[in-house]
């Protein structure tokens, strides 16, 4: 280097030059939705009670305690029982662990499938997107529920079979997300920068565009969990899921023929439903706030 | 490499491009009308001498961008030959082309999408020396922190995320991430376009000590011909996807042959002020013809004040008119007057 010294630092500090660490800017977005925070903590208690609760409590969740259809907060029954008398608390609070389960494999395949499509779609473009749009066009027109029905009946109805089923049905969505915003990236110049440095296609799907494309994944993952519960829901409801797995699913769809003469055996586990789903949607609204980089300005 | 040695090779010359194309295929509007060509470079030739600086002046949309990613392959080339010393690189692929990509680096326009925004500034700058293999990883570490001193940033910085720097701060880091291989040649796209004019003359003022410090080529693109005139030694003026008007800076400031160069000349803010210059002003009118699919005869004419009739038939070939000064226009004769002295005269 031709001068020892360092130079004086640049003189063109005009615009206010914001410290912040990215994780910092994000958890302050973040927080300043109170819904988000709300639907947090919310989906942490779920999350909680479906890892702890059944070593913490001991219970048998298809034992019958008490007599079958006894009304919530009658003799000492939170929720009241079922048509079995099940206690229905301790049948909700276990049955979050297989719907949990089964809600975030199936968005983890949604997301792992998506992506994968998606992003190797937008990226090479021409044939490579033709094909694989057209296989994902192929998927869109297929009913979902009818598709995981069959794909469940084939195969036998246990936990991951219901899992694999939901997430080969709902992948399309984030496959076409994912595409757009592959597309658009891919002609950003950091981008050519990378190819200019000798990255090869590999490091600048996986390194160099995923991570920047990565933020409306992220929430629409936090929605597809919501979608995949839904649809674990309708599955075990019509039968086609682990029957000796409890789940909220189940639960309505045993009681379902008392719906009129015993309405909390089917809105107990209903609720339930309900509010985790609206967890992962304030949670999906907290985490596009907080990416949103136009809200960030303000 | 796989190339043999160019015999007719100028040693002087650092990169040498001949009727160089860059077309782009337009997609179809439907399934009977075919879409069309972007003809975005269409059969340039130019040399850049070692340690010199050449520049590529045009108004938007006149191909200098895609001239300079060609230079780069990084885009698909449709024709013609790119030197770069002495081995040809539009053949090269793989391995071998990612070896010679040591030699050439680039800095972009918009210092806001050329980094990528989830990387901090120090793993941007040291990027290319972990991904070419340069020097030993304590030893990039090192010259991280050297690079950052040079261009005038401060090494404690290379922890920060780019959305932390100004847009000023910004092309120092792409400038140090271009200087990060050592590289000979470095092109430089309208690196000062999007800052304000008082950091233009700072980063333009890095650029030239960079190059005299490590004796740098350059090659500068840039659509302002008061930067152009400031740092290049050489310039070609390219219109539609051609060079209408080549030579070094003096000649071209104080001779300018092509109508075309004489407009922008005259658009400059400081010769606008040169006393009787104001009458033989030559004004442009319009925005350019479209390169899809361009028409016969001069590419300018639509916008010429001076055009004739043989103008729209026959296209000018670009000659040297005399040493070293090279233009595109039936109308500058032997004598070398361009048209619009001559109607100033008349
Ligand atoms: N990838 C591309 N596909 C199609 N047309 C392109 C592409 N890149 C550039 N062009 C076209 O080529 C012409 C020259 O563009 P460019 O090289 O960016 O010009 P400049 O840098 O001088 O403004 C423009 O008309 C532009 O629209
Ligand atoms: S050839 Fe004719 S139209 Fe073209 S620049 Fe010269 S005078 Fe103008
Ligand atoms: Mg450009």
């Keep these: 280097m031709a001068d020892t010294e360092a130079p004086p630092t640049p003189m063109d500090d005009t615009e206010p030059v914001r410290i912040e660490h990215p994780v910092v800017e994000f958890l302050r977005m973040y927080l300043r939705n109170w819904a988000a925070i709300a639907g947090f903590l919310m989906f942490m208690a779920i999350v909680f009670a479906a890892l702890f609760a059944p070593a913490l409590l001991q219970r048998d969740p298809f034992e019958m305690v008490w007599m079958p259809f006894s009304p919530p907060g009658k003799d000492g029954y939170l929720l009241g029982t079922d048509n079995l008398g099940r206690d229905l608390l301790i049948a909700v609070i276990y049955g ?203 | 490499m796989s190339s043999a040695p160019n015999l007719n090779a100028d040693a002087d010359n650092l990169l040498e491009v001949s009727g160089l194309k860059v077309h782009f295929p337009l997609p179809r509007k439907n399934l009977m009308t075919p879409g069309g060509t972007v003809h975005a470079v269409d059969g340039i030739n130019y040399n850049v001498r070692r340690g010199s600086t050449f520049g590529i002046v045009g108004e938007s949309g006149s191909g200098k961008t895609t001239a300079a990613l060609a230079a780069m392959r990084l885009v698909p080339i449709t024709a013609g030959s790119i030197r770069l010393d002495g081995t040809e690189m539009t053949t090269l692929e793989g391995d071998a082309l990612r070896a010679m990509r040591r030699k050439i680096q680039i800095v972009f326009q918009d210092p806001y999408s050329s980094l990528n925004p989830r990387m901090r500034a120090g793993a941007i700058v040291r990027e290319p020396m972990d991904l070419m293999d340069v020097g030993s990883p304590d030893e990039r570490d090192r010259r991280v922190a050297e690079l950052f001193r040079r261009v005038g940033l401060r090494p404690e910085q290379v922890a920060l995320f780019p959305h932390q720097f100004s847009g000023g701060q910004r092309q120092r880091i792409g400038v140090a991430r271009a200087l990060a291989t050592q590289p000979e040649l470095i092109v430089c796209d309208e690196p000062v376009s999007a800052l304000d004019v008082a950091i233009q003359a700072q980063i333009l003022n890095l650029l030239r000590e960079l190059q005299r410090d490590f004796g740098l080529t350059y090659l500068f693109i840039s659509h302002d011909l008061g930067v152009v005139q400031y740092i290049c030694d050489d310039i070609a003026v390219m219109y539609l996807g051609e060079i209408v008007e080549q030579s070094d800076r003096i000649s071209l400031f104080s001779t300018p042959l092509h109508p075309y160069t004489w407009a922008l000349i005259s658009a400059v803010p400081s010769a606008r002020h040169r006393k009787g210059e104001e009458d033989n002003r030559v004004r442009l009118q319009g925005d350019p013809p479209s390169p899809i699919d361009p028409p016969p005869g001069c590419h300018f004419a639509p916008r010429c004040p001076f055009a004739e009739d043989r103008c729209h038939r026959e296209k000018p070939s670009l000659r040297e008119v005399k040493a070293g000064h090279l233009v595109s226009c039936h109308l500058v004769g032997e004598d070398c007057v361009p048209p619009h002295v001559k109607t100033a005269a008349a």
């Design chain 1, 96 to 298: 979050a662990r297989a719907t949990l389960a089964v809600g975030a494999s199936a968005a983890g395949i949604t997301i792992f499938i998506g992506i994968t499509i998606g992003s190797l779609a937008g990226y090479y473009r021409g044939w490579v997107d033709e094909v694989l749009m057209r296989i994902t066009e192929f998927f869109q027109v297929l009913p979902p529920l009818l598709l995981a029905m069959v794909l469940v009946s084939l195969f036998s109805p246990t936990l991951p079979t219901v899992a694999i089923a939901i997430g080969v049905v709902s992948w399309t969505g984030v496959a076409r997300l994912a595409r757009a915003e592959f597309m658009r990236i891919r002609e950003l110049e950091f981008v050519k920068a990378a190819r200019s440095i000798g990255s090869r296609d590999r490091r600048i799907i996986w390194r160099v565009i995923l991570p920047n494309a990565l933020p409306p994944l992220i929430v629409n993952a936090a929605l597809t969990v919501g979608v995949a519960i839904l649809f674990e829901a309708a599955l075990s409801f019509l039968g086609l899921s682990d029957p000796n797995v409890m789940s909220w699913g189940k639960l309505i769809g045993d009681n379902r023929d008392y719906l009129l003469d015993a309405p909390w055996t089917v809105t107990m586990p209903g609720v339930a439903i309900f509010l985790t789903v609206l967890s992962v949607s304030l949670i999906g609204d907290g985490l596009n706030d907080a990416f949103n980089p136009r809200l960030r300005e303000r």
